[in-house]
């Protein structure tokens, strides 16, 4: 059976860091695309982030651009989100996903998620 367990979500303050992991297990991790996705108190599911296969390439939604990097361990079935510059927005419930392919094309095709670790940004 699929599984993946997120795992470092915590209260940090604004302009603070967390890393999120993610372990995954009960498929072949090295042929999917993985990819971040969270949800925001009053919100509906947004995605946040994608990494390929082999974890060269790597995608983010303008919102945390240039703050958080993905990456991933096909070693270890690992998958990592690394979140800077953390802001009051950035609070939400973070899930860890699988993508059903091995490459992205612009759109995600998920079947499988974590639990969900919360993340809040608050001073």
């Known amino acids: 059976q699929v599984q993946l367990v997120e795992s470092g979500g915590g209260l940090v303050q604004p302009g603070g860091s967390l890393r999120l992991s993610c372990a995954a297990s009960g498929f072949t991790f090295s042929n999917h695309v993985m990819t971040w996705v969270r949800q925001a108190p009053g919100k509906g599911l947004e995605w946040v982030s994608d990494?390929?296969?082999?974890?060269?390439?790597?995608y983010y939604a303008d919102s945390v651009k240039g703050r958080f990097t993905i990456s991933r361990d096909n070693a270890k079935n690992m998958v990592i989100l690394q979140m800077n510059s953390l802001e009051p927005e950035d609070t939400a419930v973070y899930y860890c996903?699988?993508?059903?392919?091995?490459?992205?094309?612009?759109?995600?095709?998920?079947?499988?998620w974590g639990q969900g670790t919360l993340v809040t940004v608050s001073s």
């Open positions: 996903a699988k993508d059903r392919r091995k490459f992205s094309s612009g759109s995600s095709a998920l079947d499988a």
């Open positions: 990494v390929i296969s082999g974890g060269g390439n790597t």
